[in-house]
Protein backbone atom coordinates (compact mmCIF):
# COMPACT_ATOMS: atom_id res chain seq x y z
CA UNK A 1 0.00 0.00 0.00
CA UNK A 2 1.34 3.41 -1.01
CA UNK A 3 0.32 5.98 1.46
CA UNK A 4 -0.85 5.48 5.59
CA UNK A 5 -2.08 8.53 8.07
CA UNK A 6 -2.31 8.26 11.39
CA UNK A 7 -3.95 10.00 14.12
CA UNK A 8 -2.26 9.76 17.07
CA UNK A 9 -4.83 9.96 19.63
CA UNK A 10 -7.71 7.96 17.55
CA UNK A 11 -5.45 4.86 16.84
CA UNK A 12 -2.78 4.86 19.63
CA UNK A 13 -3.54 6.73 22.69
CA UNK A 14 -5.62 10.15 24.03
CA UNK A 15 -3.41 10.87 26.17
CA UNK A 16 0.35 9.92 25.08
CA UNK A 17 2.91 10.34 27.61
CA UNK A 18 6.51 9.15 28.82
CA UNK A 19 9.61 7.39 26.94
CA UNK A 20 8.92 3.82 27.93
CA UNK A 21 8.00 1.40 30.64
CA UNK A 22 9.76 3.15 33.00
CA UNK A 23 8.18 6.19 32.65
CA UNK A 24 4.71 4.65 32.77
CA UNK A 25 4.89 1.11 34.46
CA UNK A 26 4.43 -1.56 34.34
CA UNK A 27 3.59 -1.62 30.45
CA UNK A 28 4.64 1.36 29.29
CA UNK A 29 1.25 1.90 27.54
CA UNK A 30 1.01 5.14 25.66
CA UNK A 31 4.46 6.04 25.45
CA UNK A 32 6.85 7.07 22.72
CA UNK A 33 8.58 3.16 22.70
CA UNK A 34 5.06 1.81 22.66
CA UNK A 35 3.58 4.03 19.61
CA UNK A 36 7.06 3.71 17.66
CA UNK A 37 6.85 -0.57 18.21
CA UNK A 38 2.88 -0.70 17.73
CA UNK A 39 1.76 2.01 15.16
CA UNK A 40 4.71 3.68 13.28
CA UNK A 41 7.42 0.49 12.88
CA UNK A 42 4.78 -1.61 11.27
CA UNK A 43 3.20 1.48 8.92
CA UNK A 44 7.18 2.43 7.59
CA UNK A 45 7.25 -1.35 7.31
CA UNK A 46 3.92 -1.67 4.78
CA UNK A 47 3.46 1.22 2.99
CA UNK A 48 5.77 4.00 1.03
CA UNK A 49 4.71 6.82 3.13
CA UNK A 50 3.39 7.65 6.20
CA UNK A 51 1.72 10.60 7.37
CA UNK A 52 1.76 11.23 11.52
CA UNK A 53 -1.03 13.70 12.59
CA UNK A 54 -0.86 15.26 16.24
CA UNK A 55 -4.06 17.01 16.63
CA UNK A 56 -6.11 16.52 19.24
CA UNK A 57 -3.59 16.60 21.97
CA UNK A 58 -1.45 19.95 23.02
CA UNK A 59 0.44 17.85 25.70
CA UNK A 60 3.10 16.07 23.90
CA UNK A 61 6.07 15.84 25.94
CA UNK A 62 9.51 15.77 24.23
CA UNK A 63 10.52 12.47 26.07
CA UNK A 64 7.59 10.78 24.01
CA UNK A 65 8.38 12.53 20.88
CA UNK A 66 11.93 11.81 20.58
CA UNK A 67 11.63 7.65 21.55
CA UNK A 68 8.25 8.17 18.92
CA UNK A 69 10.04 9.56 16.19
CA UNK A 70 13.72 9.81 16.62
CA UNK A 71 13.66 6.30 18.00
CA UNK A 72 12.79 4.91 14.69
CA UNK A 73 16.48 6.07 13.92
CA UNK A 74 18.66 5.54 17.16
CA UNK A 75 16.52 2.37 18.63
CA UNK A 76 15.08 0.60 15.91
CA UNK A 77 17.86 1.08 13.40
CA UNK A 78 15.94 2.56 10.32
CA UNK A 79 18.17 4.41 8.12
CA UNK A 80 17.46 8.24 8.44
CA UNK A 81 17.47 8.21 4.45
CA UNK A 82 14.19 5.76 4.58
CA UNK A 83 13.01 8.02 7.52
CA UNK A 84 13.65 11.08 5.76
CA UNK A 85 11.97 9.87 2.44
CA UNK A 86 8.68 8.21 3.99
CA UNK A 87 8.03 10.29 7.00
CA UNK A 88 5.88 13.41 7.41
CA UNK A 89 4.33 14.46 10.47
CA UNK A 90 1.61 17.58 11.45
CA UNK A 91 0.38 19.60 14.17
CA UNK A 92 -2.07 22.04 13.02
CA UNK A 93 -2.03 24.28 15.87
CA UNK A 94 1.64 23.66 17.32
CA UNK A 95 4.61 24.24 15.00
CA UNK A 96 6.95 23.98 17.51
CA UNK A 97 6.13 20.52 18.08
CA UNK A 98 6.91 19.65 14.56
CA UNK A 99 10.38 21.91 15.25
CA UNK A 100 10.99 19.29 18.32
CA UNK A 101 10.40 16.37 15.81
CA UNK A 102 12.52 17.49 12.99
CA UNK A 103 15.64 18.65 15.56
CA UNK A 104 15.20 15.10 17.45
CA UNK A 105 15.55 13.16 13.91
CA UNK A 106 18.21 15.26 12.80
CA UNK A 107 20.07 14.83 16.04
CA UNK A 108 19.77 10.92 15.85
CA UNK A 109 20.34 11.13 12.26
CA UNK A 110 23.88 12.69 12.75
CA UNK A 111 25.02 10.53 15.38
CA UNK A 112 24.05 7.49 13.64
CA UNK A 113 26.12 8.54 10.10
CA UNK A 114 29.16 9.54 12.62
CA UNK A 115 28.70 5.94 13.94
CA UNK A 116 28.70 4.33 10.95
CA UNK A 117 31.66 6.43 9.85
CA UNK A 118 33.58 5.59 12.68
CA UNK A 119 32.78 1.75 12.47
CA UNK A 120 33.91 2.33 8.78
CA UNK A 121 37.17 3.52 9.53
CA UNK A 122 37.68 0.44 11.91
CA UNK B 1 -51.63 33.14 96.19
CA UNK B 2 -49.92 33.14 99.41
CA UNK B 3 -49.62 29.45 98.91
CA UNK B 4 -48.46 29.77 95.03
CA UNK B 5 -45.80 32.61 96.32
CA UNK B 6 -44.00 30.34 99.29
CA UNK B 7 -44.05 27.42 96.73
CA UNK B 8 -42.23 29.39 94.41
CA UNK B 9 -39.52 30.92 96.92
CA UNK B 10 -38.66 27.21 98.07
CA UNK B 11 -38.00 26.24 95.08
CA UNK B 12 -35.63 29.40 93.87
CA UNK B 13 -34.21 28.63 97.71
CA UNK B 14 -33.42 25.42 97.15
CA UNK B 15 -31.64 25.74 93.48
CA UNK B 16 -29.61 29.12 94.66
CA UNK B 17 -28.39 26.37 97.52
CA UNK B 18 -27.93 23.69 94.94
CA UNK B 19 -26.02 25.94 92.89
CA UNK B 20 -23.77 27.06 95.76
CA UNK B 21 -22.54 24.02 96.63
CA UNK B 22 -21.58 23.53 93.11
CA UNK B 23 -19.64 26.63 92.86
CA UNK B 24 -17.78 25.95 96.06
CA UNK B 25 -16.91 22.33 94.38
CA UNK B 26 -15.76 23.93 91.64
CA UNK B 27 -13.47 26.59 93.01
CA UNK B 28 -9.72 25.17 92.65
CA UNK B 29 -11.09 22.91 89.26
CA UNK B 30 -8.80 24.47 85.88
CA UNK B 31 -10.63 23.70 82.45
CA UNK B 32 -8.92 23.64 78.77
CA UNK B 33 -11.64 24.66 76.71
CA UNK B 34 -10.56 23.10 74.21
CA UNK B 35 -9.09 19.73 75.12
CA UNK B 36 -11.38 18.84 77.85
CA UNK B 37 -13.45 16.03 76.16
CA UNK B 38 -9.76 14.63 74.82
CA UNK B 39 -8.43 11.53 76.51
CA UNK B 40 -5.78 12.04 78.71
CA UNK B 41 -3.01 10.19 77.01
CA UNK B 42 -3.69 12.82 74.11
CA UNK B 43 -3.41 15.80 76.41
CA UNK B 44 -0.08 14.72 77.64
CA UNK B 45 0.90 13.18 74.35
CA UNK B 46 4.78 14.20 72.80
CA UNK B 47 4.98 17.79 71.88
CA UNK B 48 5.94 19.33 68.81
CA UNK B 49 6.11 23.31 68.38
CA UNK B 50 6.69 24.58 65.30
CA UNK B 51 8.30 27.67 64.91
CA UNK B 52 7.20 30.88 63.95
CA UNK B 53 7.98 30.90 60.74
CA UNK B 54 7.89 27.93 58.95
CA UNK B 55 9.73 28.44 55.45
CA UNK B 56 12.95 27.56 53.83
CA UNK B 57 13.77 30.24 51.41
CA UNK B 58 16.07 32.42 54.07
CA UNK B 59 18.18 29.74 53.58
CA UNK B 60 19.85 31.46 50.76
CA UNK B 61 19.83 34.92 52.96
CA UNK B 62 22.51 36.06 56.01
CA UNK B 63 20.34 34.79 58.73
CA UNK B 64 19.11 31.33 58.16
CA UNK B 65 17.14 30.69 61.42
CA UNK B 66 13.69 30.05 59.67
CA UNK B 67 15.65 27.76 57.95
CA UNK B 68 17.41 25.49 60.20
CA UNK B 69 14.31 26.05 62.74
CA UNK B 70 11.77 24.29 59.46
CA UNK B 71 13.86 21.41 59.00
CA UNK B 72 14.67 20.73 62.72
CA UNK B 73 10.91 20.65 63.29
CA UNK B 74 9.86 18.51 59.96
CA UNK B 75 12.80 16.11 61.51
CA UNK B 76 10.79 15.67 64.66
CA UNK B 77 8.00 15.12 62.72
CA UNK B 78 9.31 12.49 60.56
CA UNK B 79 10.83 10.86 64.06
CA UNK B 80 7.93 11.03 66.28
CA UNK B 81 4.66 11.89 64.28
CA UNK B 82 2.32 8.63 63.93
CA UNK B 83 5.32 6.32 66.13
CA UNK B 84 4.30 8.18 68.88
CA UNK B 85 0.97 10.37 70.57
CA UNK B 86 2.09 13.63 69.68
CA UNK B 87 0.44 17.73 70.15
CA UNK B 88 1.34 19.25 67.12
CA UNK B 89 1.59 23.25 68.30
CA UNK B 90 0.82 25.73 65.78
CA UNK B 91 0.21 28.29 67.89
CA UNK B 92 3.34 30.72 67.83
CA UNK B 93 3.29 30.19 63.80
CA UNK B 94 2.57 33.11 61.95
CA UNK B 95 3.56 32.43 58.90
CA UNK B 96 4.30 29.43 56.34
CA UNK B 97 5.37 29.76 53.18
CA UNK B 98 3.80 27.22 50.65
CA UNK B 99 7.43 25.21 49.64
CA UNK B 100 8.23 24.58 53.68
CA UNK B 101 4.43 23.29 53.47
CA UNK B 102 5.15 20.50 50.99
CA UNK B 103 8.14 19.06 52.95
CA UNK B 104 5.80 19.21 55.88
CA UNK B 105 2.97 17.40 54.24
CA UNK B 106 5.38 14.56 52.95
CA UNK B 107 6.95 14.26 56.33
CA UNK B 108 3.47 14.11 58.00
CA UNK B 109 1.80 11.36 55.44
CA UNK B 110 5.59 9.31 55.60
CA UNK B 111 5.38 8.86 59.23
CA UNK B 112 1.80 7.80 58.63
CA UNK B 113 2.37 4.87 56.76
CA UNK B 114 4.79 3.95 59.49
CA UNK B 115 2.24 4.38 62.79
CA UNK B 116 -0.72 4.30 63.97
CA UNK B 117 -1.21 6.33 67.30
CA UNK B 118 -3.42 9.45 66.76
CA UNK B 119 -2.03 13.22 67.64
CA UNK B 120 -3.93 16.53 68.22
CA UNK B 121 -3.40 19.72 66.32
CA UNK B 122 -2.90 22.78 67.87
CA UNK B 123 -3.97 25.46 65.60
CA UNK B 124 -2.24 28.91 64.70
CA UNK B 125 -4.38 31.96 65.78
CA UNK B 126 -3.35 32.86 62.10
CA UNK B 127 -6.15 31.93 59.74
CA UNK B 128 -3.82 32.25 57.01
CA UNK B 129 -1.68 29.57 58.21
CA UNK B 130 -4.84 27.52 59.14
CA UNK B 131 -6.04 27.55 55.59
CA UNK B 132 -2.91 26.30 54.49
CA UNK B 133 -2.56 23.48 57.48
CA UNK B 134 -6.38 22.50 55.85
CA UNK B 135 -5.16 22.73 52.15
CA UNK B 136 -3.29 19.61 53.21
CA UNK B 137 -5.77 18.11 55.35
CA UNK B 138 -3.70 17.90 58.55
CA UNK B 139 -6.33 17.26 61.05
CA UNK B 140 -7.40 14.12 59.08
CA UNK B 141 -3.99 12.78 58.94
CA UNK B 142 -3.36 13.63 62.46
CA UNK B 143 -6.50 11.58 63.62
CA UNK B 144 -4.67 8.64 61.83
CA UNK B 145 -6.68 8.86 57.89
CA UNK B 146 -5.12 8.75 55.05
CA UNK B 147 -7.13 11.65 52.96
CA UNK B 148 -6.53 11.22 49.40
CA UNK B 149 -4.38 14.24 47.49
CA UNK B 150 -6.25 15.01 44.06
CA UNK B 151 -6.78 17.70 42.67
CA UNK B 152 -9.66 19.91 44.40
CA UNK B 153 -11.52 22.39 42.40
CA UNK B 154 -12.99 24.55 45.82
CA UNK B 155 -9.85 25.32 47.32
CA UNK B 156 -7.65 27.88 46.52
CA UNK B 157 -4.32 26.24 47.49
CA UNK B 158 -3.46 22.86 45.95
CA UNK B 159 -1.87 20.35 47.38
CA UNK B 160 -1.75 16.99 45.25
CA UNK B 161 0.21 14.26 45.91
CA UNK B 162 0.86 11.16 43.37
CA UNK B 163 3.13 7.91 42.15
CA UNK B 164 4.46 7.52 38.57
CA UNK B 165 0.61 5.54 38.43
CA UNK B 166 -2.22 7.90 36.98
CA UNK B 167 -3.08 10.88 35.31
CA UNK B 168 -2.56 13.32 38.07
CA UNK B 169 0.33 15.56 36.21
CA UNK B 170 -2.61 16.44 33.90
CA UNK B 171 -5.31 16.76 35.93
CA UNK B 172 -2.47 19.55 37.55
CA UNK B 173 -2.45 21.35 33.66
CA UNK B 174 -6.58 21.59 33.45
CA UNK B 175 -6.47 22.69 36.89
CA UNK B 176 -4.12 25.41 36.05
CA UNK B 177 -5.96 25.94 32.42
CA UNK B 178 -9.66 26.22 33.80
CA UNK B 179 -8.88 28.22 37.26
CA UNK B 180 -6.15 30.37 35.70
CA UNK B 181 -6.12 30.98 32.26
CA UNK B 182 -10.13 30.72 31.99
CA UNK B 183 -9.80 27.72 29.59
CA UNK B 184 -8.38 30.63 27.37
CA UNK B 185 -5.03 28.91 27.03
CA UNK B 186 -3.06 28.92 24.52
CA UNK B 187 -1.80 25.51 22.51
CA UNK B 188 1.63 27.03 23.31
CA UNK B 189 0.89 27.90 27.09
CA UNK B 190 -0.58 24.72 27.25
CA UNK B 191 2.74 22.91 25.72
CA UNK B 192 4.93 24.93 28.07
CA UNK B 193 2.76 24.33 31.52
CA UNK B 194 2.40 20.52 30.79
CA UNK B 195 6.00 19.77 29.75
CA UNK B 196 7.06 22.37 32.95
CA UNK B 197 4.96 19.89 35.51
CA UNK B 198 4.74 16.48 33.45
CA UNK B 199 8.67 16.73 32.36
CA UNK B 200 9.79 17.50 36.65
CA UNK B 201 7.30 14.64 37.51
CA UNK B 202 8.48 12.16 34.75
CA UNK B 203 12.21 13.06 36.51
CA UNK B 204 10.77 12.73 40.07
CA UNK B 205 9.85 8.53 38.98
CA UNK B 206 12.89 8.12 36.30
CA UNK B 207 15.65 9.29 38.84
CA UNK B 208 14.41 10.29 42.71
CA UNK B 209 14.76 7.11 44.14
CA UNK B 210 16.45 4.26 42.31
CA UNK B 211 15.55 1.61 44.82
CA UNK B 212 12.17 1.89 44.97
CA UNK B 213 8.89 -0.12 43.65
CA UNK B 214 7.16 2.45 40.84
CA UNK B 215 4.12 2.55 42.80
CA UNK B 216 6.62 3.98 45.75
CA UNK B 217 8.01 6.53 44.11
CA UNK B 218 5.90 9.45 45.46
CA UNK B 219 6.02 13.05 44.38
CA UNK B 220 4.04 16.34 45.71
CA UNK B 221 2.81 19.24 44.23
CA UNK B 222 1.56 22.51 45.99
CA UNK B 223 -0.03 25.55 43.64
CA UNK B 224 -1.20 28.44 44.98
CA UNK B 225 -2.42 31.29 43.57
CA UNK B 226 -1.25 35.08 44.58
CA UNK B 227 -2.59 38.08 42.79
CA UNK B 228 -1.84 37.24 39.47
CA UNK B 229 1.35 34.95 40.17
CA UNK B 230 1.11 30.99 40.14
CA UNK B 231 4.08 29.39 42.82
CA UNK B 232 4.11 26.04 42.12
CA UNK B 233 6.62 23.70 44.10
CA UNK B 234 6.97 19.68 43.46
CA UNK B 235 9.01 17.80 45.85
CA UNK B 236 10.17 14.07 46.53
CA UNK B 237 11.68 12.44 49.16
CA UNK B 238 14.27 10.37 47.11
CA UNK B 239 18.28 10.56 46.65
CA UNK B 240 18.31 14.27 45.88
CA UNK B 241 19.81 15.62 42.66
CA UNK B 242 23.78 15.29 43.83
CA UNK B 243 23.67 11.55 44.00
CA UNK B 244 22.15 11.57 40.62
CA UNK B 245 23.67 13.97 38.23
CA UNK B 246 26.86 12.56 38.24
CA UNK B 247 25.66 9.58 36.68
CA UNK B 248 24.89 11.41 33.48
CA UNK B 249 26.46 10.78 30.22
CA UNK B 250 26.68 14.51 29.54
CA UNK B 251 28.03 15.53 33.08
CA UNK B 252 31.67 15.56 32.70
CA UNK B 253 31.43 17.67 29.34
CA UNK B 254 28.99 20.02 31.17
CA UNK B 255 31.22 20.07 34.67
CA UNK B 256 34.21 21.02 31.98
CA UNK B 257 32.24 23.66 30.05
CA UNK B 258 31.29 25.46 33.61
CA UNK B 259 34.17 24.75 35.97
CA UNK B 260 37.14 24.27 33.48
CA UNK B 261 39.45 25.21 36.55
CA UNK B 262 38.21 22.97 39.05
CA UNK B 263 38.04 20.36 36.39
CA UNK B 264 41.84 20.42 35.39
CA UNK B 265 42.45 19.66 39.39
CA UNK B 266 39.48 16.98 39.26
CA UNK B 267 41.47 15.51 35.91
CA UNK B 268 45.03 15.75 38.56
CA UNK B 269 43.05 14.03 41.28
CA UNK B 270 42.17 11.16 38.71
CA UNK B 271 45.73 10.66 37.71
CA UNK B 272 46.87 10.44 41.14
CA UNK B 273 44.25 8.34 42.46
CA UNK B 274 44.31 5.13 40.72
CA UNK B 275 41.60 3.15 43.17
CA UNK B 276 38.23 5.47 43.32
CA UNK B 277 35.92 5.63 39.97
CA UNK B 278 35.72 8.80 37.98
CA UNK B 279 32.48 9.12 39.39
CA UNK B 280 33.40 8.77 43.29
CA UNK B 281 35.18 11.32 43.01
CA UNK B 282 33.42 13.71 41.20
CA UNK B 283 30.53 13.33 44.04
CA UNK B 284 33.02 14.27 46.78
CA UNK B 285 35.03 16.64 45.17
CA UNK B 286 32.15 19.12 43.85
CA UNK B 287 29.91 20.03 46.57
CA UNK B 288 25.91 19.87 46.33
CA UNK B 289 25.22 22.98 45.44
CA UNK B 290 27.89 22.74 42.26
CA UNK B 291 25.73 19.32 41.34
CA UNK B 292 22.96 21.34 41.82
CA UNK B 293 24.01 23.54 39.28
CA UNK B 294 25.35 21.85 37.31
CA UNK B 295 21.79 19.64 36.81
CA UNK B 296 20.05 22.69 35.19
CA UNK B 297 22.57 23.34 32.92
CA UNK B 298 22.21 20.35 31.48
CA UNK B 299 24.25 18.84 28.61
CA UNK B 300 25.63 21.61 26.91
CA UNK B 301 27.79 19.81 24.13
CA UNK B 302 24.61 19.33 22.34
CA UNK B 303 25.41 15.46 21.82
CA UNK B 304 22.42 13.17 20.86
CA UNK B 305 22.48 10.82 23.31
CA UNK B 306 22.58 13.57 26.00
CA UNK B 307 20.28 15.68 24.45
CA UNK B 308 17.35 13.14 25.07
CA UNK B 309 17.30 14.06 28.60
CA UNK B 310 16.53 17.40 31.11
CA UNK B 311 13.70 18.50 28.75
CA UNK B 312 11.80 19.20 32.35
CA UNK B 313 14.11 22.27 33.58
CA UNK B 314 14.28 23.55 29.99
CA UNK B 315 10.56 23.94 30.26
CA UNK B 316 10.44 25.60 33.73
CA UNK B 317 13.60 28.10 32.68
CA UNK B 318 11.60 28.94 29.66
CA UNK B 319 8.63 29.81 31.67
CA UNK B 320 10.74 31.51 34.69
CA UNK B 321 13.00 33.54 32.10
CA UNK B 322 9.33 35.15 30.87
CA UNK B 323 8.01 36.17 33.64
CA UNK B 324 9.14 39.21 35.05
CA UNK B 325 10.46 38.68 38.55
CA UNK B 326 10.73 35.08 37.73
CA UNK B 327 12.69 32.61 40.38
CA UNK B 328 13.31 28.99 39.96
CA UNK B 329 14.40 27.47 43.34
CA UNK B 330 16.05 23.77 43.62
CA UNK B 331 16.60 22.46 46.41
CA UNK B 332 18.12 19.07 46.88
CA UNK B 333 20.56 17.88 49.55
CA UNK B 334 23.10 20.47 50.86
CA UNK B 335 22.69 22.38 47.54
CA UNK B 336 20.16 25.27 46.50
CA UNK B 337 20.66 26.53 43.08
CA UNK B 338 18.29 29.95 42.28
CA UNK B 339 17.83 30.79 38.74
CA UNK B 340 16.35 34.18 37.82
CA UNK B 341 16.69 34.50 33.81
CA UNK B 342 19.45 33.85 31.83
CA UNK B 343 20.56 37.81 31.69
CA UNK B 344 21.74 37.29 35.57
CA UNK B 345 23.65 34.53 36.59
CA UNK B 346 22.43 31.78 39.07
CA UNK B 347 23.01 31.97 42.55
CA UNK B 348 24.58 28.65 43.92
CA UNK B 349 24.33 28.36 48.00
CA UNK B 350 25.41 25.84 50.03
CA UNK B 351 22.75 24.90 52.44
CA UNK B 352 23.48 25.12 56.27
CA UNK B 353 21.92 21.68 57.19
CA UNK B 354 20.82 18.87 54.42
CA UNK B 355 17.57 19.50 52.58
CA UNK B 356 15.20 16.35 52.56
CA UNK B 357 14.97 14.88 49.01
CA UNK B 358 14.36 17.92 46.12
CA UNK B 359 12.19 20.57 45.97
CA UNK B 360 12.03 22.47 42.64
CA UNK B 361 9.45 25.76 42.88
CA UNK B 362 8.47 28.52 40.59
CA UNK B 363 6.50 31.20 39.90
CA UNK B 364 5.08 32.47 36.58
CA UNK B 365 3.44 35.50 36.09
CA UNK B 366 0.14 35.37 33.57
CA UNK B 367 -2.17 38.16 32.51
Not at chain 2, 122 to 131: A, F, Q, T
Not at chain 2, 195 to 220: C, F, G, M, Q
Not at chain 2, 240 to 252: L, R
Not at chain 2, 277 to 298: A, F, Q
Request: net charge positive; glycine share 6%; aromatic share 10%.
Amino acid sequence: MKSLEITVVKDFNPHPKGRDEKDVPPDGKGTGKHFRESCLEPAMKKHEQVHVTLDGYNRYGPSFLDEAFAGLIHSSGIPPKEVFNKLTYSHSTLKSIEDVIKSRINSAATVYLQKNIENNQE
Amino acid sequence: MKKADSAKREIFLRLASKRHAHEQARKNVTYHERKSYLPHSILNGHLIEAPESISIYEAGSENTDFYIKTLDFIGKIEKNFAKKICKIDFSRTVHMSAAAVLTLCAAMTRARNNGAHKSIIIWSERGVVNRMLKAFKVGRIAKNQTPRMDVDWSRQVQIVSGTVVGNKDEEVVDYIKQKFFRKEMSPDQELLYSNAVSETILNVTRHAYPDSLYRDKTWWLIIEVIYNEIYLAIYDVGVGIPATVVKKKWFENTFKSKFPTQYREFMDKVKEDGHSSKKELLSSNISDSGLVYLSMMGDVSGEEESNKHGQGSKSIKALVSNTDDGHLWVFSNKGLCIYTGDETPDQIIDLPAKFPGTLIQWNIKFE
